[in-house]
């Protein structure tokens, strides 16, 4: 049977197809130590678990949903966008939970984009961004993020002309894979810039929470909502990736368009998973200090490794990864990430999955226990003795 033309060119899943390869090597007895994968490891809250297994037990929860999700996720999420980023956000009409959102990226490509429109995407970013693109019909243009900038996109340099055909700018920060931060400047300039050039920006923001102190939203930009759409997701903050829970916070006509695809592509999420998310973003700083405290230790280690890499990195990154540059004797990141995993039985990320800007960095997850980062530095430690 011959497939879509919308799926010409759109590859596996990176990580995916790097899982199985794992699998196999796994198989052969190699227990490969894997750093690649940002998936938290550690469970949710011990209340949140409460929650959904109390709400599980009851009689009425298990029927379809409101397409618009649980007025109490809503309002928890409303004020959970107060609480942390001094966002006002109405319940009722300026949010729309999701189910994670990867999921929020492929609504709004669907939602907005037809046959040959552009989409400014960041090199290097998240591939969902590009795919999701290409699958609703639109063709993704990539903008460069380079270290020397601080991994801020030039907007200054942006093609004028052809920002005629751009409709959506994805915009991420704090930033994956490069673990940048925002600015107060950096968003003014973004939201100006869209609202000169006409243009929806897309801010996926589910890393503000790791090793951030200041978590901070796009839309807490005055005038921000007239041209930004945010994404937020449970998965990293509240160790929630598996339960697919996220949210989508903009204006009421944005979130009543995105509502006309999505009402037609699923049915709602599970009441028990809504009403323990609904506790999860009521949870107080000392949730956020807990997790940080395990991802500060590991990054520490991680910084170990690198160092054993020769890889040279900033300090200062938020989220779950720390991002590097590979020393001169790599080619490039997939060299470096071949010759771990084949010689160290450690899978560390190239950063080239995320786009060419990537080529020469290597990203690693802190979603790994001390003990297997210690192990990782063990292996690394011995290649390097043996090669001296
Ligand atoms: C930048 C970025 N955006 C979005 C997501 C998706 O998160 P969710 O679990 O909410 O779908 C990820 C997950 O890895 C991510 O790295």
């Given at each position: 049977?011959?497939?879509?033309?919308?799926?010409?060119g759109?590859?596996?899943?990176?990580?995916?197809q790097?899982?199985?390869?794992?699998?196999?090597?796994?198989?052969?007895?190699?227990?490969?130590?894997?750093?690649g994968?940002?998936?938290?490891?550690?469970?949710?809250?011990?209340?949140?678990i409460?929650?959904?297994?109390?709400?599980?037990?009851?009689?009425h929860?298990?029927?379809?949903?409101s397409?618009?999700?649980?007025?109490?996720?809503?309002?928890?999420?409303?004020?959970?966008?107060?609480?942390?980023?001094?966002?006002?956000?109405?319940?009722?009409?300026?949010?729309?939970?999701?189910?994670?959102?990867?999921?929020?990226?492929?609504?709004?490509?669907?939602?907005?984009?037809?046959?040959?429109?552009?989409?400014?995407?960041?090199?290097?970013?998240?591939?969902?961004?590009s795919?999701?693109?290409?699958?609703?019909?639109g063709?993704?243009?990539?903008?460069?993020?380079?270290?020397?900038?601080n991994?801020?996109?030039?907007?200054?340099?942006?093609?004028?002309?052809?920002?005629?055909?751009?409709?959506?700018?994805?915009?991420?920060?704090?930033q994956?894979?490069?673990?940048?931060?925002?600015?107060?400047?950096?968003f003014?300039?973004?939201?100006?810039?869209a609202?000169?050039?006409?243009?929806?920006?897309?801010?996926?923001?589910?890393?503000?929470?790791?090793l951030?102190?200041?978590p901070?939203?796009?839309?807490?930009?005055?005038?921000?909502?007239?041209?930004?759409?945010?994404?937020?997701?449970?998965?990293?903050?509240?160790?929630?990736?598996?339960?697919?829970?996220?949210?989508?916070?903009?204006a009421?006509?944005?979130?009543?368009?995105?509502?006309?695809?999505?009402?037609?592509?699923?049915?709602?999420?599970?009441?028990?998973?809504?009403?323990?998310?609904?506790?999860?973003?009521?949870?107080?700083?000392?949730?956020?200090?807990?997790?940080?405290?395990v991802?500060?230790?590991?990054r520490?280690?991680?910084f170990?490794?690198?160092?054993?890499?020769?890889?040279?990195?900033?300090?200062?990154?938020?989220?779950?990864f720390?991002?590097?540059?590979?020393?001169?004797?790599?080619?490039?990141?997939?060299?470096?990430?071949?010759?771990?995993?084949?010689?160290?039985?450690?899978?560390?990320t190239?950063?080239g999955?995320?786009?060419?800007?990537?080529?020469k960095?290597?990203?690693i997850?802190?979603c790994?226990?001390?003990e297997?980062?210690?192990?990782?530095?063990?292996?690394?430690?011995?290649?390097?003795?043996?090669?001296?």
């Amino acid at each position: 049977m011959e497939i879509a033309k919308r799926l010409n060119g759109i590859g596996e899943y990176y990580f995916s197809q790097k899982l199985r390869e794992i699998d196999g090597l796994n198989k052969e007895g190699k227990n490969i130590i894997n750093l690649g994968i940002g998936s938290p490891d550690m469970p949710p809250h011990p209340d949140v678990i409460k929650v959904l297994q109390d709400e599980v037990a009851k009689p009425h929860v298990h029927a379809y949903q409101s397409y618009k999700g649980s007025p109490l996720l809503r309002k928890a999420m409303s004020d959970w966008y107060k609480k942390w980023y001094g966002v006002d956000l109405d319940p009722e009409t300026e949010i729309l939970p999701l189910i994670g959102s990867k999921e929020g990226i492929m609504h709004i490509c669907m939602t907005y984009l037809d046959e040959g429109d552009e989409v400014l995407v960041p090199d290097p970013g998240y591939p969902t961004y590009s795919a999701a693109v290409k699958l609703a019909g639109g063709k993704s243009v990539e903008y460069k993020l380079q270290e020397k900038n601080n991994y801020e996109p030039d907007l200054e340099k942006f093609d004028k002309k052809k920002l005629k055909k751009v409709k959506l700018l994805f915009v991420n920060y704090p930033q994956m894979p490069t673990g940048q931060q925002p600015s107060k400047q950096l968003f003014e300039k973004l939201v100006a810039f869209a609202k000169k050039y006409k243009i929806l920006i897309v801010h996926d923001n589910p890393y503000s929470f790791i090793l951030n102190s200041n978590p901070m939203s796009l839309l807490s930009v005055e005038g921000a909502k007239d041209c930004v759409l945010e994404l937020n997701s449970l998965s990293k903050s509240h160790n929630m990736a598996g339960w697919r829970v996220g949210v989508l916070c903009g204006a009421k006509d944005r979130i009543n368009e995105v509502l006309k695809f999505k009402s037609n592509m699923d049915s709602g999420t599970f009441l028990p998973v809504q009403l323990a998310a609904a506790k999860a973003l009521s949870l107080d700083k000392e949730w956020y200090d807990e997790v940080n405290t395990v991802y500060w230790k590991r990054r520490e280690k991680v910084f170990e490794i690198l160092n054993l890499l020769q890889c040279s990195y900033s300090m200062d990154q938020a989220g779950m990864f720390v991002w590097a540059k590979v020393p001169e004797h790599y080619k490039d990141g997939y060299e470096l990430s071949d010759d771990m995993l084949y010689h160290a039985n450690v899978f560390i990320t190239p950063g080239g999955i995320f786009g060419k800007a990537g080529k020469k960095y290597i990203r690693i997850s802190l979603c790994s226990p001390e003990e297997k980062l210690n192990e990782a530095i063990e292996r690394i430690q011995k290649i390097n003795h043996d090669r001296s």
